[in-house]
């Protein structure tokens, strides 16, 4: 069977897009290669996971000291293309992990930086207040310090990722929907039945965000996909103190955690504040995209205990889907039953700031099948089990 591709890019969002252009750039053989991406809805979208202006980035990771060295990786990635795109994608506005010091998020994130000697500062609650007036820690409260943490902002890194792809050869539809695929036997690469039309390609890279469910039932991986909000406040007394605060992790003594992200010039208007998870499980055809009243009154209540002059004024509030695995890790492998399909799926909400890493990883494994970079951590046939 003749093939007019030698990749398909299943999903143009945040993973699809950098996969595309990473894929584009790479040549194998003397030659690049031919990449096709397919996207049901437009260019950076806001229906799937990868919009709101901003998502955080930072080295010390509470979740697994092994995100580590990948986000390292990322970060590197990240000036990269922004160099390439000529365009701004990073804010190092530094971060700030509030808790109890020996709560999951402060004593995670500081294993984390021990481990992997990353440069940072703990300061205890005296000092947060001195240095960041607008926030009001608790006594047993501390906060990890890193100056390299800040922002990366979603929609232009799509952007950026989809016009650098286009540019290295890349052929991206939007408006096309993916009904199936199937691998084809005897090395035949796979078939894609469209919305569109049919293509053929020798490799497939599977990127569904939300739609994992429906694309990669066969794997096997318990998905749940859950409908989280992005709320923007103009605080009491204006934004000023804001647009010099680091972007911030707050966990209160029963474990529940929200986070900020002050404004910036990739989204000047608010602050930006959400929970970090918040169990609504839904799907991502049929996820409710209004915004009630009562939680923008939880978020506010919330908000206010740590950070009192935030509330402020509510500007607008939007949804986005975490497509969680049950331990929170992450899936990126080839797939166990066809060797011509990898994929990248259940981010669980953390996923963002890896992307540029994420693509260099699925392009390494449709050229070469394999990657030195570290992701036994994200193989689909692990023992999933729910975090501690
Ligand atoms: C509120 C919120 C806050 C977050 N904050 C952070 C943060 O601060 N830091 C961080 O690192 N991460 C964060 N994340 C997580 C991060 O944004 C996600 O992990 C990441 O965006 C996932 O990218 P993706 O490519 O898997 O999904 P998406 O960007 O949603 O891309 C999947 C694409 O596949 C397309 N698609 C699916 N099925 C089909 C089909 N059948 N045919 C054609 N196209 C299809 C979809 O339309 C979509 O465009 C946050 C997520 C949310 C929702």
């Known amino acids: 069977m003749r093939t007019a591709h030698d990749v398909v890019v299943i999903g143009l969002g945040g993973m699809g897009s950098a996969a595309a252009w990473s894929l584009a750039a790479r040549s194998l053989a003397g030659r690049s290669l031919r990449v096709l991406g397919l996207e049901q809805f437009g260019p950076a979208h806001d229906r ?79 000092e947060i207040r001195a240095r960041f007036p607008v926030f009001a820690p608790r006594r047993d409260e501390v906060g990890l310090f890193e100056a390299r943490a800040g922002i990366v902002a979603p929609e232009a890194a799509v952007t950026a990722h989809l016009e650098l792809a286009a540019k290295a050869g890349a052929d991206l539809r939007f408006g096309c929907r993916v009904l199936r695929w199937e691998a084809l036997p005897g090395g035949e690469g796979v078939r894609v039945v469209t919305s569109e039309g049919d293509h053929h390609a020798g490799h497939a890279v599977i990127c569904p965000g939300a739609w994992a469910p429906d694309l990669l039932a066969n794997l096997g991986v318990p998905f749940t996909v859950e409908r989280q909000v992005q709320f923007w406040f103009s ?52 996820v409710d995209r209004v915004v009630r009243q009562d939680e923008v009154d939880a978020i506010a209540r919330h908000v206010e205990s740590r950070v009192p002059t935030l509330p402020g004024t509510f500007l607008r509030a939007t949804t986005c889907l975490y497509t969680n695995t049950p331990d929170r890790h992450f899936v990126i492998a080839t797939h166990p039953d066809h060797p011509q399909v990898t994929v990248a799926c259940g981010f669980s909400g953390h996923g963002f700031k890896f992307v540029p890493v994420v693509a260099e990883i699925l392009t390494d494994l449709v050229t070469t099948g394999r990657t030195p970079h570290p992701i036994a951590l994200f193989d689909p046939r692990r023992d999933f089990r729910p975090p501690p």
Do not use: N, Q
Not at 84 to 108: C, F, H, I, K, S
Not at 241 to 266: K, M, Q
């Open 48 to 126: 799937g996971s990868s919009h709101g202006g901003s998502r955080i980035i930072r080295h010390a990771y509470f979740e697994d000291p092994a995100y580590v060295p990948l986000v390292l990786r990322a970060h590197e990635l990240w000036e990269a293309v922004e160099r390439e795109a000529g365009r701004r994608l990073l804010w190092p506005t530094g971060g700030l992990m509030v808790g109890r010091p020996d709560g999951p998020l402060v004593a995670g994130s500081r294993h984390s930086a021990r481990r992997w000697d990353l440069p940072h500062e703990i300061l205890d609650a005296r």
């Open 235 to 286: 605080p009491r007394g204006g934004t000023s103190p804001y647009t010099r605060l680091p972007i911030f992790i707050w966990e209160d003594e029963s474990g529940e955690r929200f986070y900020g992200v002050p404004p910036h010039a990739g989204s000047p208007d608010g602050v930006k504040v959400a929970f970090y998870r918040r169990t609504d499980v839904c799907t991502a055809d049929a």
